[in-house]
Nanobody, 129 residues
Framework: QVQLVDTGGGLVQAGGSLRLSCTAS????????MGWFRQAPGKERDFVAT???????????DYADSVKGRFTISRDATRNTIYLQMNSLKPEDTAVYYC???????????????????WGQGTQVTVSS
């Protein structure tokens, strides 16, 4: 079955950077939408970024307004892995970050949790002020 393993979290000072990785196994993922969500203590799980193959060498990407210009999602199809490069981190970015994958995302809202059927175990990101 499909499994996602997300890694790369840690403790960083405000203004610093981290790169998260998510590796998928148990399927063929080229056509999957894959993304990142995060959940801070006492809050709902929120959309961060997503990417989906658009054909050829083109990928569609989308970001939450709160991370635009600071975070970059990328994908290595040969390794079934996506990355989230996080720069200029802020204390409000502190959360558990979850990788997610959707096998059938055409016409669906890629910012909604319900679009994604598969989830990683989460990795903690803590940004100190």
């Amino acid at each position: 079955q499909v499994q996602l393993v997300d890694t790369g979290g840690g403790l960083v000072q405000a203004g610093g950077s981290l790169r998260l990785s998510c590796t998928a196994s148990g399927g063929t993922f080229l056509g999957y939408a894959m993304g990142w969500f995060r959940q801070a203590p006492g809050k709902e799980r929120d959309f961060v970024a997503t990417t989906r193959w658009s054909g050829g060498f083109t990928y569609y990407s989308d970001y939450a307004d709160s991370v635009k210009g600071r975070f970059t999602i990328s994908r290595d199809a040969t390794r079934n892995t996506i990355y989230l490069q996080m720069n200029s981190l802020k204390p409000e970015d502190t959360a558990v970050y979850y990788c997610a994958a959707a096998s059938d995302a055409r016409g669906r809202d890629l910012q909604r949790l319900s679009t994604y059927a598969y989830w990683g175990q989460g990795t903690q990101v803590t940004v100190s002020s």
